[in-house]
């Protein structure tokens, strides 16, 4: 209960903030992020100290539905996410501290901000449904402030309202999910529906309904179209947010009402999180390794990162189902630390990226380039990210994924014959992704960092204030230890996944070393992160000495490789389209009919020769592009009965007395 209340206190205190940040404005302003920084900490601190020690709080407040109240609880999972959310708010809230707030839209951000960081902790702590939506709905609205914040831009005036539709969309479907679990009897607090689980019709009903709901924050395909363009329209550090933390709300808003709410699972259950996780992991890599927009890029990324979540999500589900405990926890825990590793380095990419906009104006990877020698730190700091979300070891991006991957290869033990001849599938869609997903950032670092630089604005680029540099700093420090300390991150998890899936990893002291990641037994499952870190640095160092020892001695300087090209210009590098054609070439023209033009003037002709590409999202046109032309269409149509005359409006009204009144007599 204590815990409660600090919670409680920490989360009033930002809603202070918010309230004084929005009313006084001018000075206060300063305070905004330093009192959300020192709020999250709190937070933090009172949710791992919960997680850790397994205990659970509750409170009821007389406010909300009548009879009903407005139920918090503090449990282990809302533990687990709350740390997740604070430790990605402290890094914002550092990064927001080195705006030139001379220059910078703040007045509009700042008093936000806070606010969205109390709407997500609340979510996380609701304990029924009406707090549940009113939270969830004060998050959406939060967040929708911030990415019009810049309301003069077009772009962003369409990204939020489009963000607002699907933000609708999503809570009505909840809406029905809360619907079905209270039942006929109303029971909306969270212990009454765990009291009385659904009928089977009625929990498929709501699966579907919370998948829909939580699968549109969380950008699943096709529910995923706001995020490319609300993530990059937002400021780089409510990017951060939104992308890295408050898509983890929406995991973990699946997650209570499938793993806590609905009770014990069906096993079929877990075949729309895998499909549709296993479409979103590759179509988002690939509309991320087609793209030269550097925050839609990574926003496109998250994408992928969330469909590598739900996969892992249904696996738990299914191995849950089957009373397959030991590989639930696997399954479970990948996802679990996939949440906590997302959430490090994707906060970390988009704040590089926010450097890299505010050093030199631009998000186009191909006006970029060179940036590694104007912006040193930043460049290593996303070259951490990088690695990370690529999950190459000994970084915190391959642990999660590793686990996952020894979930893949439990599945084809699971008895139903979908599940048992799916995981194959499901294993090489995965193993697709993690390719892509490399190619994807050697294309990004490359462009942006290596090189000459493309434009005058990458020429005359400068690093960020230190602030920024400590936020970025901090971040990528973490993907290093989340990759080397992986074990231990696993190991206190253990409460979570008791409470999920009723079974847990291997406990520590069971490998060759106190660091060892044991999924399922040492013979045949186990990763040792320290050993692998020392034996890239001994490799590494080994080959620099050979290198030097053999080479000469004396620094030889000589001309470039120029590609053929005597010119020196940089326009003779490589761009990002040129790293994305072979890409584009194999699996653009199946998943987006990618067509390529080239037009070659004949010899003597002093025209300049054109190359274009066209590419159809078909996810866009059939599920929203189709949809709105039908609505617009209709709306033409009914257009005319604003232009009737009294009369007419009069009969319209008789006529539609008569359809009522014959319809109430032919269903009493």
Partial sequence: MPGLYVSGVALGALAIGAAMASLVRGPALAFVYPLSALAAVVLGVVDLQVLLSGSEAAIRLP????????????????????????????????????????????????????????????????????????????MSLASWALVVARHTDPECRRAAHLYLVMAAIGTVAL????????????????????????????????????????????????????????????????????????????????????????????????????????????????????????????????????????????????????????????????ALLHVLNHSWFKSLLFLGAGAILHATGRRDLDGLGGLIRRMPRTAAFFLVGALAISAL??????????????????????????????????????????????????????????????????????????????????????????????????????????????????????????????????????????????????????TLIVVHRLSERRTRRGPAWDCGFPDPSPATQYTASSFAQPLRRVYGAAAFAARETVVMPPPGDIRPARFSVVVVDHLWRVFYAAPGQAVLGLSECLNVLQFLTIRRYLVLMFVTLVILLSIAAVTT
């Fill in 175 to 334: 809406l029905f999910a809360f619907g079905g679990l209270a039942g006929p009897a109303g029971g909306y607090a969270f212990d009454t529906v765990r009291a009385h689980r659904p009928q089977p019709m009625v929990a498929a009903l709501v699966l579907t309904a919370a998948l829909v709901g939580c699968g549109s924050k969380g950008g699943l395909i096709p529910l995923h179209a706001w995020l490319p363009l609300a993530h990059p329209a937002a400021p780089s550090h409510v990017s951060a947010l939104m992308s890295g933390v408050m898509t983890k709300v929406a995991i973990y808003g699946f997650v209570r009402i499938a793993f806590d709410l609905l009770g014990p699972p069906d096993w079929w259950w877990a075949l729309p999180p895998i499909v549709l996780g296993a479409m979103t992991a590759v179509l988002g890599l690939l509309y991320a390794v087609l793209d030269r927009d550097l925050k839609r890029v990574l926003a496109y990324s998250t994408i992928e990162n969330i469909g590598v979540i739900f996969v892992a999500l249904g696996l738990a589900l299914a191995f849950s189902a089957n009373a397959q405990h030991e590989a639930a926890a696997v399954a479970m825990a990948a």
């Fill in 393 to 542: 070891p000994p970084l915190n991006g391959f642990v999660s994924e590793w686990l996952l991957f020894q979930a893949v290869i439990a599945a084809p033990a699971l008895p139903q014959a979908a599940l048992h001849f799916a995981s194959p599938a499901i294993g090489a869609m995965l193993a697709l992704a993690a390719a892509l997903a490399a190619a994807c950032f050697v294309r990004v670092y490359g462009t942006a960092f290596l090189g000459r630089p493309r434009s005058a604005e990458a020429a005359g680029a400068h690093d960020v204030p230190l602030a920024q540099q400590a936020a970025m700093g901090g971040l990528a420090f973490l993907c290093i230890l989340g990759g080397l300390m992986g074990s231990v991150l696993a190991a206190a998890l253990a409460p979570v996944l008791h409470k999920l899936v009723g079974g847990a990893l291997p406990g520590p002291g069971s490998g060759p070393t106190p660091f060892s990641l044991i999924a399922f037994d040492p013979a045949r499952s186990i990763y040792d992160a320290p050993v692998i870190a020392l034996f890239v640095a001994i490799a590494s160092l080994t």
């Fill in 63 to 138: 406010i909300g539905l009548p009879t009903i109240g407005f139920h918090l609880r503090l449990d282990t999972l809302s533990a687990f996410f709350g740390i997740v959310i604070n430790g990605g708010v402290v890094a914002a809230s550092l990064y927001g501290m080195g705006f030139d707030r001379a220059k910078e839209l703040t007045p509009r951000v700042e008093p936000l901000f806070p606010l969205f960081a109390a709407a997500m902790n609340l979510v996380l702590i609701a304990d029924d449904a009406y707090a549940f939506l009113f939270s969830w709905e004060l």
